[in-house]
């Protein structure tokens, strides 16, 4: 019988703190339950139609108890990455200009995905935190979007135009060189940049000497710069005595 006073009177304690005027509301919901709901009874018997108040438990604040300036995402171990990235507020992380992110991980600095050209991520992807995340579907891949593995059509597509332009040779006739000029940037370089795609290799049927060229695609290919080497590679003159032979002369 002693044990069962006790505990009706510890109930009777958390329901009612301070005077028989004032209710409590233990972990309330009205509190986001994360501190107790107060209402003030005097004058008055009906409970449900009374206004109350949040007391909120430590750390807690806002009308409604809800929020807290230490529940937001943790980087490198700090609360919102720390004063240099963010700070905590209401739950959320507010971060300092040069980051973003649920936790201000990440850094707005593009520079790490700036490729050779000054564009960003070869105009085939975004950066994001400091690396670059290629189109889906352009497919472009590597650190900086700049391989594609099945764009080798490019190289027969861009031929007949190089020919024209940078050697004055091949199928097309002047209207059709002309052309040229609205579709791609096309001019000769001792060397093809590195950071060209894979150097295109053909013959050039009017002298049997190989060409090649260098293509860079940009912002979704409406702008392709073409870097052609301009000296080509050209077979060894023949010899008298090897025209002879290939019947090309007759010996005197």
Request: glycine residues 8%; hydrophobic residues 25%.
């Amino acid at each position: 019988m002693l044990v069962l006073r006790g505990f009706f009177f510890f109930v009777l304690c958390v329901s009612y703190r301070g005077s028989a005027q004032e209710h409590v509301d233990l972990k309330s919901s009205k509190c986001s339950r994360n501190g107790d709901y107060i209402i003030n009874t005097q004058g008055t018997a009906d409970i449900e139609n009374t206004n109350g108040r949040c007391s909120c438990y430590q750390f807690y604040y806002g009308d409604n108890c809800e929020c807290n300036d230490r529940s937001c995402s943790y980087f490198n171990n700090a609360l919102c990455g720390g004063p240099a990235h963010g700070t905590c507020v209401c739950g959320t992380c507010s971060c300092n200009p040069r980051y973003t992110g649920e936790n201000c991980g990440c850094t707005t600095n593009t520079d790490t995905c700036i490729s050779s050209d000054r564009s960003i991520c070869n105009n085939h992807g975004y950066c994001e935190c400091g690396r670059c995340s290629c189109y889906e579907g352009s497919r472009y891949q590597g650190p900086l979007c700049e391989d594609c593995k099945d764009c080798s059509n490019w190289c027969r597509k861009l031929k007949a135009c190089v020919q024209c332009k940078i050697f004055g040779t091949g199928e097309l006739s002047e209207e059709g060189c002309n052309n040229c000029n609205d579709r791609y940037d096309i001019y000769p370089v001792d060397t093809i940049p590195e950071h060209f795609t894979s150097p295109c290799e053909f013959k050039d049927l009017d002298d049997n000497c190989i060409f090649y060229f260098g293509y860079l695609l940009n912002d979704q290919h409406k702008e392709i710069s073409v870097a052609v080497q301009s000296t080509k590679e050209c077979p060894a003159p023949l010899t008298r005595r090897m025209k002879i032979i290939l019947g090309l002369i007759t010996e005197k």
